[in-house]
C-alpha cells in the first residue's frame, strides 16, 4: 500500500469526494506521494494587517504573487481567507490546491479572550474550486465552546460536500499562561481536540518543554512520557492525534534564522509529523530566497538532504 492509500484509509467514514480532495493535496506539489505536506497560508493580512505582514518584501502585497510563490515552489497547497483567493482563482485555476480560511480575526482591539468572526462559507468554498475549509479555534478561550460548535456544523457541511477540514488548533486566552500557550500537555490536548471535532488536517504550533497544568504533570512524570526534545515532543503531539491516525502539521511562526528553522523541520520528520505550514518565513523574503528557503524545507521532508 502507497503512504497516501495508507493515511486516506485511516478516513473511513468520508465520501469518495473528500478523499479525492485529501489525495489532492498529498499527491500535489514537490513532496507529492511521500506523505509529507508543506502548504503556504497568507492570512496573516487580515490577522495582522498589511505592513507588518507584506512590508518587508512589497511584492507580497498582491495576493497574486503568494500563487505564484505556492506554484513556483512546489507546496501541496495553498490557503487564504475569501478576499485574496476570489483575486486569483479564475488566474491560476487548478494550478494549486486550495483551502479557503473561512474564520479569522484582526488586531486592532487587544482581548484576553480571542474569537474569530466567520469570513467565507463552504459555498465560497466550492465555488473557488477549493479542495477545503480552513477553521480556527482557541482551546483556552471563554469563546471556545462557541467555536467547537461552528466548527462542528462547518464541517459537517464541508464534509457533505466533499471537501477536507483543516483546522487550526491554537491555545489561546485567559485560561492560559503565555508560557502555556504552547506547553507541551495544552498542545498536545489541543491537537486532540481537533482531531475529534473532525479534522482531517491539524495544525498546532511545536510545542515546548512547559506543561501547563497540575494534574497533567503528574501524568507525564508518573508514566515519564519522554518530552525533553523537540523531537520527542513532536512525537506526542502526533501520538496524541489518535496515535498518528490524523495528518498533524506544524506552523512555521515569526520570522527566524534559517538554521533554527530547519533544525525544527528535522525535528519534525524525525518526529512523525507530516509537514509545516509555513507563511511569514517565507513570503517575507525576496522571491529568489524563498524558493531557495521552500526547497531546502522540502528536501528535509523528502531525505535528499540531512
Known amino acids: 500500500m502507497s503512504r ?112 474569530q468572526a466567520l469570513t467565507g462559507s463552504v459555498s465560497d468554498a466550492l465555488r473557488l474550486g477549493c479542495v477545503g475549509i480552513g477553521f480556527t479555534i482557541y482551546p483556552g478561550s471563554t469563546h471556545r465552546l462557541e467555536m467547537y460548535s461552528q466548527i462542528r456544523a462547518y464541517a459537517e457541511e464541508a464534509k457533505r460536500y466533499g471537501l477536507v477540514v483543516v483546522i487550526w488548533s491554537y491555545p489561546r486566552g485567559s485560561g492560559l499562561s503565555k508560557a502555556g500557550e504552547t506547553g507541551i500537555d495544552v498542545t498536545a490536548y489541543a491537537a486532540h481536540l481537533a482531531a475529534q471535532l473532525g479534522a482531517h488536517i491539524i495544525k498546532v504550533k511545536l510545542p515546548s518543554e512547559h506543561i501547563e497544568q497540575d494534574a497533567a504533570r503528574k501524568v507525564y512524570e508518573e508514566c515519564q512520557i519522554p518530552v525533553k526534545t523537540l523531537t520527542e515532543r513532536v512525537r506526542h503531539i502526533v501520538q496524541s492525534c489518535f496515535n498518528g491516525r490524523r495528518v498533524v502539521i506544524f506552523s512555521g511562526g515569526p520570522t527566524a534564522a534559517d538554521n533554527v528553522v530547519y533544525d525544527e523541520i528535522r525535528a519534525i520528520r524525525d518526529g512523525g509529523g507530516f509537514g509545516s505550514i509555513i507563511g511569514r518565513n517565507s513570503f517575507q523574503r525576496p522571491e529568489p530566497e524563498s524558493l531557495k528557503f521552500l526547497d531546502t524545507i522540502m528536501n528535509i521532508y523528502a531525505g535528499t538532504q540531512a
Open 4 to 115: 497516501v492509500h495508507e493515511i486516506l484509509s485511516w478516513y473511513g467514514s468520508d465520501n469518495p469526494g473528500t478523499l479525492t480532495n485529501l489525495a489532492r493535496m498529498l499527491n500535489h506539489g514537490r513532496l507529492g506521494s511521500s506523505g509529507k505536506m508543506v502548504i503556504l497560508p497568507v492570512d496573516q493580512g487580515f490577522e495582522h494587517g498589511p505592513a507588518r505582514s507584506f512590508a518587508p518584501n512589497p511584492p507580497a502585497y498582491d495576493p497574486r504573487y503568494h500563487y505564484q510563490l505556492a506554484i513556483k515552489s512546489g507546496c501541496n497547497a495553498y490557503a487564504a481567507p475569501l478576499g485574496f483567493l476570489e483575486a486569483g482563482a479564475r488566474e491560476f485555476a487548478g494550478e494549486v490546491p486550495l483551502i479557503l480560511k473561512v474564520n479569522d480575526h484582526d488586531v486592532l482591539h487587544d482581548e484576553d479572550d480571542p474569537t
